[in-house]
């Protein structure tokens, strides 16, 4: 299956100091880590969403990439909306984990962290953008070995003609290290000027 009745009307990308939406730079910056990126970025875009600051660098990529996707659709949590979140990733939650063990660890001063441990499952970062938009529809955050356009293509498709969800945001938000980060998140629904299918999701994953 190549084609789809639905349309993607809004992408969103995020790596290497640099925002994109819809394949414009919306924000970039010379930060000499991803946490001092990730913060100016933030406020540059008006996230207001205060538990920001707590999450994980996995949870703030993908909460932010959401944010402006959403908004760029007037999406608000006013107004509840019936979208489902469809993420995936290779890393899971790997650099969380690694500082999770880390305080395991370490035998002068141990004590997980609860604010650490959190963090340690993929899927908190829905959870986050679900509270702030109040989105109660299926959720799913799935790990491959490389970007996979075909799921992301076949299972939103299904959530959408079995109107379990009236549109899907999906993406593949990955957080390995400060060097090793890349969030591309988009939504698809009965609106949009590009046709959903593996092909363009593909291109604008590239772009």
């Known amino acids: ?6 349309n993607i009307s809004a992408f969103c990308s995020i790596k290497n ?3 994109t939406l819809n394949g414009n730079v ?6 000499e880590s991803f946490s001092a990126f990730i913060k100016a970025a933030y406020k540059a875009q008006d996230t207001k969403y205060p538990k920001f600051f707590k999450m994980d660098s996995l949870s703030k990529l993908a909460f932010l990439a959401s944010d402006i996707v959403l908004k760029n659709e007037n999406v ?3 107004n509840e909306q019936n979208i489902a979140i469809l993420f995936s990733n290779k890393a899971s939650s790997l650099d969380t984990d690694r500082k999770h063990q880390d305080s395991i660890q370490n035998k002068d001063s141990y004590y997980p962290s609860p604010a650490i441990f959190v963090y340690t499952l993929p899927n908190i970062c829905i959870g986050e953008i679900s509270i702030k938009y109040k989105l109660y529809s299926e959720n799913s955050f799935f790990i491959f070995d490389n970007f996979n356009a ?3 293509f076949a299972y939103s ?9 009236d549109a899907v945001l999906c993406g593949w938000v990955e957080f390995d290290d400060d060097n090793n980060y890349e969030a591309f998140v988009y939504l698809v629904s009965n609106t949009g000027n590009t046709e959903h299918n593996k092909q363009n ?3 604008l994953y590239n772009t």
């Open 76 to 78: 608000t949590p006013e």
């Open 17 to 19: 100091n640099t925002i």
């Open 201 to 203: 999701i593909i291109k």
């Open 26 to 31: 919306l924000y970039t910056h010379k930060a």
């Open 1 to 6: 299956m190549s084609n789809s009745a639905y």
């Open 150 to 152: 075909e799921h992301l």
């Open 157 to 165: 498709n299904s959530l959408l003609s079995s109107q379990k969800a």
